[in-house]
């Protein structure tokens, strides 16, 4: 398998503009999780799916952030509009059918720089 | 979810052992003890986990307390591409899938 596929790796924009980050999971993987990472609050989970339905979303920081999926291979995690505080990087993670012993995959994350 | 206190830095000396202290003093009796790491410019992985009784696999070793109160994660020989920010989470058996990171402890390897 080729693990957690994000794109794009880094995307550069204006402010005010809509941004697409996007999760292919790996097959067979129930949960998907998003995460962002900055130097002054480290990793933060924004939102996580079980089998595609939206399970806790209380770490999405406002309305401008939104996240999908609307299937089981595939996730977007969308900022309308966005703002420089919203640079960061942006980790997709799956967790497969082993459960509360089995092990969370990353993908490469997603460098988001808004000017 | 329970809290973990890590040290923020450490440092190691190539193929020398280390250890990488957690404290856990209000863990519940069902929580598993998760160590990720995060190498740089890459994502978390998972590196071992275990809930009472000490733990090796190919890349560490976890030595849990008795009162489970405190655990080590022990990387024998460092090498310089351990250099990385290790996290030690506390995962609960039931709810909650998602895990809470921390600041974690950023091991630096000299050759």
């Known amino acids: 398998d080729a693990g957690v596929i994000q794109s794009p790796r880094h995307e550069v924009t204006e402010m005010g503009q809509e941004v697409t980050l996007r999760c292919k999971p790996i097959?067979?993987?129930?949960?998907l999780f998003w995460y962002r990472q900055t130097m002054m609050r480290g990793l933060e989970l924004l939102i996580y799916f079980n089998n595609n339905v939206p399970i806790d979303d209380s770490g999405m920081p406002e309305d401008r952030f939104s996240a999908k999926m609307p299937n089981a291979s595939f996730s977007t995690l969308k900022i309308q509009p966005s703002e420089p505080r919203d640079s960061a990087v942006y980790f997709c993670?799956?967790?497969?059918?082993?459960?509360?012993?089995?092990?969370?995959?990353f993908g490469e994350g997603s460098r988001l720089t808004v000017l | 979810d329970a809290k973990t206190t890590q040290p923020n830095s450490m440092e190691s000396n190539e193929e020398e052992p280390v250890h990488l202290p957690c404290n856990h003093s209000?863990?519940?009796?069902?929580?598993?003890i998760h160590w990720y790491r995060q190498l740089p410019s890459q994502g978390p992985e998972y590196v071992i986990h275990?809930?009472?009784s000490n733990v090796n696999n190919r890349m560490a070793s976890l030595a849990i307390a008795e009162d489970r109160k405190s655990s080590t994660l022990i990387l024998h020989r460092a090498t310089l591409r351990d250099a990385a920010v290790y996290y030690c989470?506390?995962?609960?058996?039931?709810?909650?899938?998602?895990?809470?990171f921390g600041s974690g402890t950023r091991l630096q390897v000299q050759p």
């Open positions: 097959s067979g993987h129930d949960y």
């Open positions: 209000t863990i519940s009796g069902t929580d598993y």
């Open positions: 275990g809930l009472t």
């Open positions: 989470i506390l995962r609960p058996y039931t709810g909650r899938r998602a895990l809470t």
């Open positions: 993670a799956t967790l497969g059918p082993a459960g509360i012993t089995g092990e969370l995959f």
